[in-house]
Structures are given as structure tokens and as C-alpha cells.
């Protein structure tokens, strides 16, 4: 069993590790006992880090969401915002991503959206720097109900 497998993006190289290393690593865990690292990790700390957040991920959803998918899920904003509001009420950003299993990365970059742009920042559009241009700011004195979007 290798423990990662090697894919090429749009930046480069980068290192996945399969389904079976995942689950193996995640048993152990619970076990109390960490699994060997592969030769190339420097920083021990952020792979057993990773290792626990494999485990949280499992515990809430299904060790399915440990596989590899062809492609991302695609969002549309009215689940986006959904996710957004239970932050805004109150919840942690990583119990969230957690829930539905995102990184609490891209939880927070639609945070930001949302508190810069309003519903309109949840809305998938092409990344050209024409239309970034074009997404209108929201006052912070203009409520979101009161905004008209153009």
C-alpha cells in the first residue's frame, strides 16, 4: 500500500494521500497511536494535525469523505449562505466545515465575501478581473435588505 500518489494542477506538483492510508492513519488514532510518516514530511506536527482533522471528518459524515473525488462539489449561494449564517449566529467556522466537510478555509473566504459583498459575493462567477471589478460594495451603513442588486 503506497501512501500517497502524486498529481499535477494547474500549480504544480502535489502530494494526495489514498483512501486506504487515510483510514489506516484514522484507526490508529483512535487506537492512541500514530502512524508512520512517509519519508518526505518535515513537519511533523501538521501531519498528525491533518490526521485528527481526517478523523473529525469522519466521525460527522461517513469515512466516505475520506475518497477522492473526479471534481469539487459545486455550491450554489443559497447553500453557501446558509452555512454563512451559522457562523453569523454564533457557530465556530470549523464546527461548520466540519458538519458538511469543507476546509474552514473556503468557509471563511465566503464569510468575507458575504461581509464585503452581501448575498452577491456568494454567487459563482468567472474569475476575471473585469467582473471582480463589477461586484458592488455594501456599505457598512446600507442594511442587506434595503440593497438592490444590479
Known amino acids: ?7 499535477s494542477s494547474e500549480r504544480g506538483i502535489f502530494m494526495r494521500y489514498s483512501y486506504e492510508f487515510k483510514r489506516k492513519a484514522v484507526e490508529l488514532y ?6 508512520e510518516p512517509p519519508a518526505d514530511i518535515t513537519n511533523l ?42 457562523v453569523i449566529a454564533g457557530a465556530t467556522i470549523s ?3 466540519y458538519a458538511v466537510g ?22 459563482n462567477r468567472k474569475s476575471s478581473a473585469y467582473q471582480r471589478t463589477q461586484r458592488k460594495r455594501i456599505s457598512t451603513k446600507t442594511s442587506i435588505k434595503s440593497y438592490e442588486y444590479g
Open 102 to 123: 469543507i476546509n474552514t478555509g473556503l468557509l471563511a473566504q465566503w464569510i468575507r465575501k458575504y461581509k464585503i459583498w452581501g448575498y452577491n459575493g456568494l454567487v
Open 45 to 86: 506536527k501538521n501531519f498528525h494535525n491533518m490526521i485528527v482533522k481526517w478523523h473529525h471528518l469522519e466521525e460527522v459524515t461517513s469515512p466516505d469523505c475520506l475518497k477522492h473525488h473526479s471534481q469539487n462539489r459545486k455550491w450554489t449561494p443559497e447553500e453557501k449562505y446558509e452555512l454563512v449564517a451559522q
Open 95 to 97: 464546527s461548520v466545515a
Open 30 to 35: 483512535r487506537q492512541g497511536k500514530w502512524i
Open 1 to 7: 500500500m503506497y501512501p500517497f500518489y502524486w498529481t
